[in-house]
């Protein structure tokens, strides 16, 4: 009796853990599919089925596949089908092309039919004589023809004379003409008049003519008023006419009364009018 009591309690654990045990397994197996289609070293190819075999030689197929396309080193290209072999054939061609074209470091010439490496030498040439239009530093002069050479040399130069006038860029006054420096003297010249009655930066005083002295001391007056007229605190009252004092003051007392009268802004009760002070009071009352 004693004996089969026994057995009948294997038996009960054996049935409990059965699921525990089966989806173990289960896991295990799946896991080791998972590590051999992602190419991992966990795989044990023996324990896959045929149909689990097949599924992981399509996934490592597909995945050399992907590499080769990519320009990836893992690819091998022996183990591609006829078909993929020149699909890929076209595209890396086609790729070195555009490389070649964009000026790129991987782009292979040599690998170039002779129609395309025409064309590519045009374009080289082409990018290059722009550069040099543009003052790019890789710009290659030796490789211009001489009409080329001198519509680079005038373009430079007008590039120049433009970037001295405009106070842009690099300016060699030495290469400028005496026409071309008679004129950027005078651009540089009206750009300093106008900096100094714009009271902008750049302004040079020295520079200027009486007459423009006295347009530049009006222009800085008139600034000095507004902003005292503003409130700025770039206001300089030193620099006020006894008008503009009086007329200001004026401004302002009539500002304060009324702010005073209507509650409403900064109100100085001290400067009112005794007048005024009556007013405000009826008003507030």
Same mark, same amino acid.
């Given at each position: ?17 059965? !699921? ?5 397994? &289960? &896991? ?11 190419? *991992?070293?966990?795989? @044990? ?43 890929l054939a076209v595209a890396d061609h086609q ?11 991987? /782009?292979?010439?040599?690998?170039? $039919? ?19 239009? @543009?003052g790019v530093s890789d710009c290659d002069h ?14 430079? *130069? ?19 003409? !005496?026409?071309?420096a008679k004129d950027v003297a005078a651009a ?41 007229? &503003?409130?700025?605190?770039? /206001? ?10 009086? $007329?200001?003051?004026? $401004? ?14 900064? /109100?100085? !009760? ?8 009556? &007013? ?6």
């Amino acid at each position: 009796m004693k004996g089969s009591l026994q057995n009948f309690l294997r038996a009960g654990i054996c049935l409990a853990l059965w !699921p525990i045990l089966a989806f173990g397994a &289960s &896991s295990d197996a799946q896991q080791n599919l998972e590590d051999c289609k992602a190419g *991992r070293e966990g795989c @044990d190819r023996s324990k896959l089925s045929q149909q689990e075999l097949d599924a992981v030689d399509a996934a490592s197929h597909l995945r050399n596949l992907t590499n080769c396309w990519s320009g990836f080193d893992s690819c091998d290209r022996s183990k591609l089908t006829e078909r993929e072999a020149t699909a890929l054939a076209v595209a890396d061609h086609q790729r070195n092309v555009s490389n070649c074209n964009d000026g790129m470091s991987s /782009c292979d010439k040599s690998k170039l $039919t002779s129609s395309e490496a025409r064309e590519i030498a045009v374009a080289e040439h082409r990018l290059n004589l722009a550069a040099c239009k @543009d003052g790019v530093s890789d710009c290659d002069h030796s490789k211009l023809t001489p009409a080329e050479g001198e519509e680079v040399n005038v373009t430079m *130069r007008e590039l120049n004379v433009t970037n001295c006038r405009m106070a842009t860029g690099n300016c060699d006054h030495s290469q400028l003409t !005496p026409a071309e420096a008679k004129d950027v003297a005078a651009a540089e010249h009206d750009r300093n008049v106008q900096n100094c009655e714009n009271g902008w930066d750049g302004c040079e005083h020295s520079k200027l003519s009486p007459a423009e002295a006295r347009q530049t001391n009006l222009a800085e007056l008139q600034r000095n008023l507004s902003a005292c007229q &503003s409130g700025e605190e770039t /206001c300089d009252f030193s620099k006020l006419t006894a008008a503009e004092t009086k $007329t200001l003051a004026e $401004t302002e007392h009539k500002r304060n009364y009324v702010a005073c009268l209507k509650g409403q802004g900064y /109100c100085d !009760p001290s400067r009112l009018t005794v007048d005024e002070k009556h &007013s405000v009071q009826a008003q507030s009352h």
